[in-house]
């Protein structure tokens, strides 16, 4: 369904922190304006006041994607309706931009920006565009990165389902991650390994010495004699 693309919203809000880095980038106004990208006209209804309300949509966000993360489908679906039913949405018939080799509009399906505030009408754009994603793709298609310790949320449209990062960096650096873990564990098998040959080796070797120092040094026995004196 088209009106899928409009999940990016949420993840665009999602990966504006990063909490295993500390890092936080909806810090302004100005950040929350930047996320509407093309849309300006709401982008111009932000204020200051929307910094702190788009931060708490976030964490409720968020806390989809952990929940679909972490296989618990009906946790995930339960948070975004609670979302879906705080910020309704308006969808409208549109045709806007886009035309026909006749110059005829092109209709497609288009959700209107709540009017009251900033939030409002990009929370109910995100829990929509995301609603749609998870009912159209299933709620496994909403992942956290697999590379720590970036956990940023993705939408996997892979088509075996195998999408585990967020980008193709953290691919690589998961990777790269990876192989050097294995060398290390070969390394320290090879170590162990020939530590323990070493040791059977100094083993062998003593007990080889102790045992020809016991020939070698093997107490004689004198020939007894008779009372007499005499040898029998």
């Avoid at 304006?33 to 966000?61: E, I, K, M, P, W």
């Avoid at 109910?124 to 709620?139: D, N, P, R």
């Avoid at 939408?155 to 075996?160: P, Q």
């Amino acid at each position: 369904m088209e009106l899928a693309y409009y999940s990016d919203y949420a993840v665009r809000l999602v990966n504006t922190e990063e909490p295993a880095r500390g890092k936080d980038t909806l810090t302004s106004v100005e950040a929350v304006r930047d996320l509407f990208g093309g849309n300006q006209s709401a982008a111009r209804r932000a204020t200051d006041a929307d910094v702190t309300r788009f931060r708490s949509v976030r964490g409720r966000l968020r806390s989809v994607f952990e929940a679909a993360d972490g296989g618990d489908e009906t946790l995930a679906v339960d948070l975004l309706n609670s979302l879906l039913l705080e910020f309704p949405v308006s969808p409208q018939i549109s045709g806007h931009d886009f035309r026909d080799d006749d110059g005829r509009p092109l209709w497609h399906m288009h959700l209107a920006d709540h009017p009251s505030n900033a939030t409002a009408g990009y929370a109910a754009i995100a829990a929509m565009g995301l609603a749609f994603h998870l009912t159209e793709y299933g709620v496994d298609r909403l992942g956290l990165c697999e590379a720590a310790p970036c956990r940023n949320a993705y939408l996997d449209t892979s088509t075996n389902r195998s999408r585990r990062y967020c980008s193709d960096r953290c691919a690589t650096r998961a990777n790269v991650a990876a192989y050097r873990a294995r060398k290390r564990l070969e390394a320290d098998r090879s170590e162990n390994t020939g530590r323990a040959e070493d040791s059977a080796q100094a083993s062998t070797a003593s007990g080889e010495r102790r045992s020809g120092s016991r020939g070698r040094y093997r107490k004689r026995t004198r020939p007894s004699t008779s009372s007499s004196g005499t040898t029998p």
